[in-house]
């Protein structure tokens, strides 16, 4: 979807997306709406890929690993404090009023970092981005962007499967 639409498109509307999909947890009135709230994130999070092919883009080859490296570690410290953070708004709030204040937070910096990432420069060739981009284009394109995220594992060396499974399961 990045390649056919642009980056910063992608980018910047999931991340509202992820904002969104965060508010059906400060305003569910019962859990079948946390679930909604949940296939929205999901959805929304296709663009995480987009996201490092643009920081890996804007900075210079030499430095890419340690861009990557330096990226990494930033965002393993934002997320340190969080659990601390939860737990004392639980313990203040009772467990319901304390969540729901914890993602409302969450919503807010969701909103502040797509509102900050309005001011990303496309790295993708424009010759690229082919169509004008559109929601709901979009959505008809993600079963096809899943199935070529699948397919990529035939291709991939058995090697980095198992990392892959090793990192992440």
Known sequence: MADKHGRRWLIISMTF???VGTLFFI???SWPFLHIGL???NLCSIYGPALM???MDSLPPENRGAGYSFQSVITTLVLLPAPIIAQFLVVT???DLGMRVAYTI???M???VAVLRLRLKE??????????PSFLRALKDYPKSVKEGIYVWRKVPKSAFNLFLATYL
Do not use: H
């Not at 790295?123 to 004008?132: F, H, M």
């Open 110 to 112: 969701y909103f502040a």
């Open 53 to 55: 092919a643009m920081v």
């Open 27 to 29: 305003f569910a009135p």
């Open 123 to 132: 790295t993708l060739p424009s010759k690229d981005a082919k169509e004008r």
């Open 93 to 95: 709030f009772n467990f």
């Open 17 to 19: 997306g992820l904002g």
């Open 106 to 108: 969450v919503a807010l």
């Open 39 to 41: 296939l929205i994130q």
